[in-house]
T-cell receptor
Framework: NAGVTQTPKFRVLKTGQSMTLLCAQD?????MYWYRQDPGMGLRLIHY???????AKGEVPDGYNVSRLKKQNFLLGLESAAPSQTSVYFC???????????????FGPGTRLTVT | AQKVTQAQTEISVVEKEDVTLDCVYE???????LFWYKQPPSGELVFLIR??????QNEISGRYSWNFQKSTSSFNFTITASQVVDSAVYFC?????????????FGAGTRLFVKA
């Protein structure tokens, strides 16, 4: 099992350019997430998905869009990149529980994005 | 609102010392999950432990132990006889069941340096 994979691992964009980050998981998890990690701020949730075809906004969704056309994939798009979006982006997935709370999340290796 | 505070930004110890990483959380919910994740220099977050709000038993796993105290809203993590390989950023996190359980709030992280 590859677990959670992310493509690409590094990317440099110029302000105004667009790009898509791809996340794939082979654990048949229902839930998928996109986070950004900035120094001193931990991880902040951008968008998440509770199943194929459904997405929802997280804590910091502005400037990003997502799609979940297939259960195993979760795409994060930057429509018009800004320097404030320079960050490390992590994808994660988790499985559904019988209770209300989700269990632990499994993370990808991250994508380091620099916007100049 | 839910919040996770890791007051220690960085800790430096010498190998074989014991070290405790503090985590204080805030939530109005009676049902919630707490987590610890490790982020080694390679960058990928690794799940360490999950604890639900109804289980205050301390847990030990090898050199790792966790102390959960609801009375002080703390979920502290102790590494006994630290090793260089323990050098990493450690995140404490809280899962919020009011949002369906899939929104996990992370602390800012504590960077641990273990010197040989």
């Amino acid at each position: 099992n590859a677990g959670v994979t992310q493509t690409p691992k590094f990317r440099v964009l110029k302000t105004g350019q667009s790009m898509t980050l791809l996340c794939a998981q082979d654990m048949n998890h229902e839930y998928m997430y996109w986070y950004r990690q900035d120094p001193g701020m931990g991880l902040r949730l951008i968008h998440y998905s509770v199943g194929e075809g459904t997405t929802a906004k997280g804590e910091v969704p502005d400037g990003y869009n997502v799609s979940r056309l297939k259960k195993q994939n979760f795409l994060l798009g930057l429509e018009s990149a800004a320097p404030s979006q320079t960050s490390v982006y992590f994808c994660a997935s988790s499985y559904i529980t019988t209770g209300l709370s989700s269990y632990e999340q499994y993370f990808g290796p991250g994508t380091r994005l620099t916007v100049t | 609102a839910q919040k996770v505070t890791q007051a220690q930004t960085e800790i430096s110890v010498v190998e074989k010392e014991d070290v405790t990483l503090d985590c204080v959380y805030e939530t109005r919910d009676t049902t919630y999950y707490l987590f610890w994740y490790k982020q080694p220099p390679s960058g990928e977050l690794v799940f360490l432990i999950r604890r639900n709000s109804f289980d205050e038993q301390n847990e030990i796993s090898g050199r790792y132990s966790w102390n959960f105290q609801k009375s002080t809203s703390s979920f502290n993590f102790t590494i006994t006889a630290s090793q260089v390989v323990d050098s990493a950023v450690y995140f404490c996190a809280l899962s919020d069941p009011n949002t369906g359980g899939f929104k996990t709030i992370f602390g800012a992280g504590t960077r641990l340096f273990v010197k040989a």
